[in-house]
């Protein structure tokens, strides 16, 4: 128990200060790819809305909707 008590009193040791800069670089790849999220789920909702309009085309013009499923 003392040991510990002195690691803490002694702050990070040489070997602790690698892994918190490591720890730190990974955490801020992990905030930009966060922010990153809402302009991949905006795209992803404008194509799917480009491709809902123009399924609505094809049937309103008469011809057959089309899936994404083979052999139909």
Known sequence: MLHRWRARLEGPTR?????????????????????????????FKGALQKI?????????AGGMAFTTKCGQ
Do not use: S
């Open 15 to 43: 070997l602790a200060a690698p892994l918190r800069l490591t720890l730190e670089q990974e955490n801020r790849q992990l905030k930009q790819m966060l922010a990153e999220r809402p302009l991949e789920v905006d795209f």
């Open 52 to 60: 809902t309009a123009r399924r609505q085309q094809n049937i309103a």
